[in-house]
């Protein structure tokens, strides 16, 4: 626990004497990023730098749940044509086919859907195409 300022001692030679015996100590010598430029400097101040980093290390969205399964489905349709077995990719489209009838059924929030299933037939043709199976 930190101790408590001694009366008569100014706040700012306090801290720098507890600043310094730290360094003394070494407690600042193993931190990440030492000696390294503080990153986005060059960028204009934002508010919420800090949540959109958060979200962004943990791969979270903040779009409405029709563009969220939009935008999934495009990465299940690049994840399938990049599939490495035809049984992969009907995995991933079946799985991204039960979410956009589900969603059909029941509307979601935000824009217009604009999805339909895929054709998994269809896909796995093209891909025992490019496969040469």
């Not at 990153?39 to 949540?51: E, G, I, M, N, T």
């Amino acid at each position: 626990m930190t101790e408590r300022k001694p009366p008569g001692v100014s706040f700012e030679s306090w801290i720098d004497k507890q600043i310094r015996e730290a360094q003394e100590r070494g407690d600042f010598a193993d931190l990440p990023g030492v000696g390294k430029p503080l990153p986005h400097l060059s960028r204009p101040y934002d508010a919420l730098w800090w949540v959109k980093e958060k979200m962004a290390r943990e791969d979270l969205s903040c779009l409405p749940p029709s563009l969220a399964l939009r935008k999934e489905a495009e990465e299940a349709d690049e994840a399938a044509a990049n599939a490495p077995t035809e049984e992969a990719l009907r995995r991933l489209l079946t799985a991204v086919n039960e979410k956009i009838r589900a969603a059909l059924r029941t509307p979601l929030e935000g824009p217009p859907l604009q999805l339909t299933p895929f054709d998994i037939e269809e896909r796995a043709r093209a891909w025992r195409e490019r496969h040469g199976g």
